[in-house]
């Protein structure tokens, strides 16, 4: 069966090694690429997933030392949420206390327990514990064990001042279906893709744009299995939606394309191969500066102007 669903999420971030504790140490997730942000390389550009980079479990930041706080609204990507074991509520809810990470009491949100919180740039994040995951593949840390360890993206939601014609497009051309409504909210499934298999869309017409910044998500990307896949997606949204993509990028682990949908929001298209372990062996992922081809000249300028990181 095609795998739909989230390929990464993409935000950005303050000072480069605040946001590399937190994602590591805090949440423990494993760092599986640093590298550069190719459009900017003097800014890093972090990889954020599980153990083997799954599509579905990638966060990546821009981090620049000096960005201005963004301030949410319409348009932009309201909270990213991973999945966590049932029973590991109790143990997350204690873990954000003891690392002064603000956040709201545990929720019900379409019958699931959430817990909502900030990473130290305000960026919005939440738990959502899922029952039967606990046998599923897990990175783990000294500080975080294998029962409680996250386990890729569960959704996320939109903040839009109106919905439909989004959705047309999760369901038109990302294979998604509107599975529930609860309020302002409007849940899309993909499928029975587990990981990054949700995107839920909040209308609220009226409400202010968004302003991107240190703590906002920069772009969604959505995965295609192959370029086939990816070609496909990009002539239904011209054919179906009047949407032009960007010419196809190479981004050394995935090939993209880009676009605004109709709420504002950008979008990728990112195909799964080849992955993180195309430049580096699986075992040491994230520990090397990796730099695509066309900078390796250049290295020694970019690693003098790079703040140093652990």
């Known amino acids: 069966m095609r795998q739909n669903g989230i390929h990464h999420i993409t935000a950005i971030a303050g ?3 605040r946001n590399l504790d937190f994602y590591t140490n805090t949440l423990g ?13 003097g800014t890093y550009h972090f990889y954020y997933g599980d153990e083997a980079g799954q599509p579905g479990t990638i966060l990546t930041f821009f981090p620049w030392e000096h960005a201005a706080p963004g301030r949410l609204g319409v348009g932009e990507t309201q909270e990213t949420v991973f999945r966590v074991p049932e029973g590991s509520v109790g143990y997350w809810t204690q873990r954000l206390i ?17 817990l909502s919180f900030k990473d130290p740039d305000g960026m919005r994040l939440a738990l959502v514990a899922v029952p039967g995951i606990e046998n599923e593949p897990a990175w783990t840390t000294s500080d975080v064990p294998a029962e409680h360890a996250i386990r ?5 939601s939109l903040l839009l001042d109106k919905a439909a014609a989004t959705g047309a497009i999760l369901t038109d051309v990302f294979g998604f279906t509107e599975i529930a409504r609860e309020g302002t909210l409007t849940r899309y499934k993909a499928a ?7 995107i839920d869309l909040r209308e609220a017409g009226g409400f202010l744009r968004g302003r991107p910044g240190a703590g906002s998500v920069h772009h969604i990307a959505f995965r295609a299995e192959n370029d086939a896949v990816q070609a496909e997606m990009v002539k239904r949204l ?3 939606h009047g949407i032009h993509t960007t010419e196809q990028k190479d981004r050394d682990y995935f ?3 880009y676009f605004r949908e109709p709420g504002g929001l950008l979008f990728e298209i990112a195909t799964d191969a080849p992955g993180f372990a195309v430049d580096e062996p699986a075992a040491s992922l994230g520990q090397e500066l990796k730099l695509p081809h066309f900078l390796e000249e250049s290295r020694g300028a970019i690693e003098d102007i790079l703040p140093k990181v652990a």
């Open 15 to 17: 000072p480069a090694r």
């Open 29 to 41: 997730l494993r760092l599986v690429k640093k590298t550069v942000n190719f459009d900017d390389p």
């Open 98 to 114: 003891e690392n002064h990470a603000p956040h709201e009491l545990p929720q019900k949100r379409f019958g699931e327990t959430v």
């Open 152 to 156: 890729g993206f569960h959704s996320a």
């Open 192 to 198: 029975d893709t587990a990981l990054g298999g949700i």
């Open 238 to 240: 011209a054919e179906n």
């Open 255 to 257: 090939r993209a394309v």
